[in-house]
């Protein structure tokens, strides 16, 4: 580096699957701080929006479209702004996130661009700051499987950065070298001093799910007219930077149907959407960033199970209490105790050791690019 132009030689660094732009605010927060971290290190940034990497064609159907020349061809042909933002990278980081999970459109493509950035490009690739489930559990694949096309294509990346310690598992299994690490969203938190930050204001707060099942939805009604019938509101947390979450959508209009009190908070900014996790009383949540965001800041919280095991992953990795899978007789009772004494008690869930190691494993996704820059 030039000591007296420090940025005249700026490399350049592609974010791949940048999420900052769609589904919901937790995903803008966790993006944004990669962008943040990459840029003190001294890149420009060029994100490719998530949107893009799961919409881009052709998409390879087979392992074998993987290696076929012509398949390459006509990748190029029909992308030719993308391959030429690759190629001018000086490194690739992938913001895995939820996206490599089973085998869809979306996970083969952003597969793909992994390979074609490291094998046909030879750039230093990173995939960072996500969750695997190659079969949408915590089941591995065998030699045989098609999903294997996980190992062949990740285990030859420059270094894998894990959120949780179940893909950890998937990968010590599948003998891919890893490190320990964790989701960004914890240190975005920090980075505008919002941790350990939670300041009960009166209500219980909803976030929707991308597997919330009737079960489920008909416990958490349960719980909410229990909550309003000892008099504290309700409120459900939606909103986006653009393309919001369209299950959340359903989610809060089926809710709505049966809880005319209940409020939708549309987020209209990413402050906006931490106040309502850090000024409620208790979060029930079947979403893995606002899990995230509630452990961060301190809010009391339980957490249902996702469509893959990501944030059992995370509460695994934490040593914290279990996921719900399905609010049964007893586990609908207890959830509800533990509202309702958040609400009379006023209590907080604020822990700095926590917090501490939840910072601390997501700065692991950029330590690993430090020491590669450093060799």
Not at 10 to 29: E, M, R
Not at 52 to 65: A, E, F, I, N, Y
Not at 242 to 264: C, G, I, Q
Not at 287 to 304: E, I, N, Y
Request: net charge negative; proline share 5%.
């Amino acid at each position: 580096m030039n000591e007296k132009y420090p940025h005249i030689n700026q490399p350049k660094a592609v974010i791949l699957n940048f999420t900052a732009d769609s589904y919901h605010w937790g995903c803008y927060g966790t993006s944004m701080e990669i962008y943040y971290s990459l840029s003190e290190m001294g890149f420009y940034i060029d994100p490719v929006s998530v949107s893009v990497t799961h919409s881009v064609k052709p998409t390879p159907g087979k392992l074998s479209d993987f290696t076929d020349q012509q398949f390459f061809i006509n990748f190029i042909n029909n992308n030719h702004w993308l391959i030429s933002s690759l190629e001018a990278a000086d490194i690739v980081v992938v913001n895995g996130e939820g996206t490599l999970h089973r085998l869809t459109e979306a996970s083969l493509n952003l597969l793909y661009l992994i390979y074609v950035s490291k094998i046909a490009f030879e750039k230093p690739t990173f995939l960072i700051n996500h969750s695997c489930f190659p079969f949408g559990d915590r089941k591995v694949p065998s030699d045989t499987d098609t999903e294997n096309i996980y190992k062949l294509i990740i285990e030859k990346l420059d270094h894998v950065v894990a959120r949780e310690d179940y893909t950890n598992e998937i990968y010590n299994t599948l003998e891919v070298s890893n490190s320990p690490g964790f989701d960004c969203l914890p240190r975005f938190l920090e980075r505008f001093d919002l941790t350990s930050s939670h300041d009960p204001q009166g209500y219980l707060l909803l976030s929707g799910g991308i597997a919330l099942s009737p079960v489920n939805l008909d416990a958490i009604l349960s719980i909410c007219k229990t909550v309003i019938k000892a008099g504290y509101p309700v409120k459900f947390l939606t909103g986006a930077k653009s393309r919001n979450a369209p299950e959340d959508n359903k989610t809060s209009e089926l809710l709505k149907a049966e809880l005319p009190a209940l409020e939708v908070i549309e987020a209209a900014s990413m402050e906006a959407w931490i106040n309502a996790i850090r000024f409620s009383n208790y979060v029930l949540s079947g979403r893995f960033h606002h899990t995230v965001a509630a452990l961060a800041l301190g809010t009391p919280c339980s957490a249902l199970s996702s469509n893959t095991p990501k944030i059992e992953g995370v509460m695994y990795t934490l040593n914290e209490k279990k996921v719900i899978e399905e609010l049964t007789e007893t586990s609908l009772a207890e959830t509800t105790e533990n509202i309702l004494k958040a609400f009379e008690h006023n209590l907080t869930d604020v822990s700095d050791s926590r917090t501490r190691k939840m910072i601390d494993l997501s700065s692991m996704n950029f330590q690993t690019i430090k020491n590669h820059l450093e060799l």
